[in-house]
């Protein structure tokens, strides 16, 4: 991933920083309270820029997000300048746990994510699926590569409409498409 094609989403979770920066006393906490730490939104925010950095591979995240935070003049909770020291402490008490939420939630995306089609370029959860009934004149090509029938798990496709079916011969009763080849 190129930090190039996340400048839009960087700016956008900079200016909530800057919005939601500075000191935040927790409802729990009373008024004369001096127990203050980063808003919600200030963290996820951070957390998010952080994973960014880290994901994009920058050589160090950590300096990239204080250079950008004393840039873009955000502060800590307590009103001192963003410092790669106070960025990393952030980190230890705040985004950590947000960062490995963010990776796990990649990780399952990635995995149940939708696949971009060689032949349409539009993206599907079931490739294979699609492109045999999208793509009916270039499924044999498609079918020969490795993997792609081995997943079928015995099941058969239906030379009309390109579905695979259990039993070929009660789909072949249903399919128009089936019936008029």
Not at 80 to 109: G, H, P, Q, W
Request: with cysteine.
């Amino acid at each position: 991933m190129s930090l190039s094609n996340q400048q839009t989403r960087v700016s956008e979770l900079l200016s909530i920083c800057k919005k939601s920066q500075g000191e935040y006393l927790p409802s729990h906490h009373g008024s004369g309270s001096w127990a203050t730490t980063y808003s919600n939104e200030f963290i996820d925010s951070a957390s998010e820029l952080l994973f960014i950095f880290m994901t994009s591979g920058a050589a160090s995240p950590f300096d990239l997000l204080s250079i950008l935070f004393i840039k873009h003049k955000i502060k800590s909770c307590r009103g001192s300048v963003m410092d790669e020291d106070r960025v990393k402490s952030l980190y230890n008490s705040n985004l950590k746990v947000k960062i490995e939420e963010l990776k796990t939630k990649e990780e399952v995306a990635g995995k149940k994510g939708k696949v971009g089609c060689n032949y349409c370029k539009k993206k599907f959860f079931d490739l294979i699926h699609h492109i045999s009934t999208a793509h009916p004149e270039l499924w044999g090509e498609y079918s020969k590569r490795s993997g792609v029938l081995e997943s079928l798990k015995g099941k058969v496709r239906c030379s009309g409409c390109g579905v695979f079916v259990k039993k070929i011969e009660k789909h072949k009763a249903k399919c128009s498409m089936a019936i008029s080849n």
